[in-house]
């Protein structure tokens, strides 16, 4: 006889940006607002305000913003009179570095962004290694980083990428928040050129 097999999650909303979109999202407060209603789901802009140590007249004009880029919305089913809830549009956010090379405004807009999620990175990364005593052996012993040094031409290392981001998202879609012990948990996947050394 058969397990029964746990449903696992939807396949997420994604949204490939545009150039308007890239440019909208190129802004600090904005970039963190998403990440926060993506993680932490609908909320309010006095709630996200409270959240991201900022006020709500700031909070409430980049949302709108991001409103009108089609990357949030609001959450029909939870506004009540002058009180509005906000939610994400979409789960996952996707580029090609490429997408903005005929636009140098969305150009520098993608720079910026990609120049902050390794800002953001490193900022967590940070405040991880100053808790983790607090965290039980286990977790410490999960948690962590590595890295490998591969040479490959760009076709085989997409594909690499695609396979990885495949076992992520089968992991995602199969994840019980309510597994014991279950934590969120934060994945990076990164791949650069090794530059020293490199002949030129």
Known sequence: MESEK????????????DHRQVR??????????LGALRVNGPATATALAALLDTNTGATS?????????????????????RQRWWRAAHDVTNWEPTDFDDDPDARAAIE?????????FVEHAERWLAVRHRWSPAWRDAFGMGDIFIS?????????KAEVWEIL??????????????EQVHVFLAAYPLLF???Q
């Open 6 to 17: 746990k449903p696992g999650r939807p396949a997420p909303r994604e949204v490939r940006l």
């Open 24 to 33: 909208v999202l190129a802004h600090p407060l904005r970039m963190r607002l």
């Open 61 to 81: 004009y980049h949302l709108r913003q991001l409103a009108e880029a089609g990357l949030v919305t609001e959450d029909p089913d939870r506004g009540t009179g």
């Open 112 to 120: 910026w962004i990609e120049g902050d999620q390794v800002r953001q």
């Open 152 to 160: 490959l031409p760009p076709a085989r290392l997409e594909a690499l």
């Open 169 to 182: 998202d089968r992991y995602n879609r199969e994840a019980d928040p309510a597994e014991p012990d279950a």
């Open 197 to 199: 050394g490199r002949k």
